[in-house]
């Protein structure tokens, strides 16, 4: 009889996050695969706490080439995907990400961490990625470093990958007024990049329908997601999920910085991230959608080097050397 009583495990994450019969969740510290880290020595990296309350921490990249000529770059965050449950700016996949941005974007990346389902439900993982950012402006005065001798606060990016992407949206969002603008000076963001982002909603798309079971996300794992980070009793067309469901705010008073939607072909997102962008470029704010067909989520960090990674990387360099403009 105790045997039967032993707390089971009810869910399951990628290897990494076990949410038991009994409430209780563990997570182990490292991702369920194995990725070495490329690190050359061209690319400094440290660690810094923004959030004390939290516990939460970020890390910062900067080129070490930049002390030679002594110009300020462009300031490039990046939120970690994982569902909103999984996921971390330590993970071996993330720095090699990372690294590769601040090399060939010629930027000082910030990779913030922030708090994950289901133990800390969203909006939790959105009010940690608005502190990372006002972090940033608050260095204007308060002085890191790094940020007070090589940053351009005058040119901020925001991007994210998956949930990271979500982020991005909902950053824009909460970005997206005057007011708001001027609660960040001096930073100033010029541009977002959503990088296949995760969006959701009860009905599904031709994409969700279809996607394979062994795709590297598929339909359980992507529902699994949001019924753990989600509020308790919400479904997929939650506001945080579906930017265009019943009970969304309206969209149309934002004032959306130019932003850049990246897709990939067999995407279990793509249609839902297409017709995100679709619907804003059509209520005319400056939205365009990068389509990288044949590519499965994630592919630029599964591997940072592939061929298609290299032409993203292009791809956002050029958004990023332009300030904000497409192609």
């Known amino acids: 009889m105790a045997s039967e009583a032993e707390p089971r495990v009810v869910d399951e994450c990628r290897g990494v996050l076990f949410v038991y019969s009994d409430g209780s969740v563990v997570r182990r510290a490292q991702p369920g695969f194995s990725t070495p880290v490329r690190d050359d020595g061209t690319v400094e990296w440290k660690d810094v706490t923004f959030d004390d309350a939290h516990g939460l ?11 030679a000529g002594g110009r300020r770059l462009p300031v490039f965050f990046y939120y970690h995907g994982g569902g909103f449950c999984i996921g971390s700016r330590t993970w071996p996949n993330v720095q090699n990400y990372c690294l590769r941005l601040a090399s060939d974007l010629g930027a000082l990346v910030v990779a913030p961490d922030y708090r994950l389902a289901p133990e800390h439900r969203l909006p ?25 001798e090589a940053a351009d606060l005058g040119r901020v990016f925001v991007s994210g990958d998956s949930a990271g992407g979500t982020i991005a949206h909902h950053l824009a969002v909460r970005f997206g007024s005057p007011a708001a603008r001027a609660e960040l000076a001096p930073v100033a963001v010029r541009g977002y990049v959503q990088l296949m982002p995760f969006f959701g909603g009860v009905e599904r798309t031709r994409s969700e329908a279809e996607c394979p079971d062994d795709a590297f996300l598929n339909r359980p794992l992507n529902d699994r997601y949001w019924r753990l980070s989600l509020p308790e009793g919400a479904t997929a ?3 945080v999920s579906n930017p265009f469901g019943p009970g969304a705010p309206a969209l149309d008073a934002v004032e959306f910085a130019p932003t850049m939607v990246v897709v990939g072909g ?8 297409v017709d995100y962008a679709d619907r804003l470029k059509a209520a005319g704010k400056p939205v365009e959608v990068r389509d990288f067909d044949g590519q499965q989520h994630g592919f630029f960090t599964i591997d940072p080097w ?4 290299a032409e993203l990387m292009r791809v956002v360099k050029r958004f990023v050397d332009s300030d904000g403009r497409f192609d």
Do not use: F, M, N, T
């Open 306 to 309: 592939s061929d298609a990674s």
């Open 237 to 239: 067309d939650h506001p």
């Open 266 to 273: 067999r995407d279990i997102l793509h249609d839902r991230a």
């Open 57 to 67: 921490g970020l890390r910062l990249y900067l080129p070490r080439e930049r002390a």
């Open 124 to 148: 939790a993982a959105l009010d940690d990625a608005a502190a990372a950012v006002l972090w940033l402006a608050a260095q204007a005065k308060e002085g890191d470093p790094w940020v007070a």
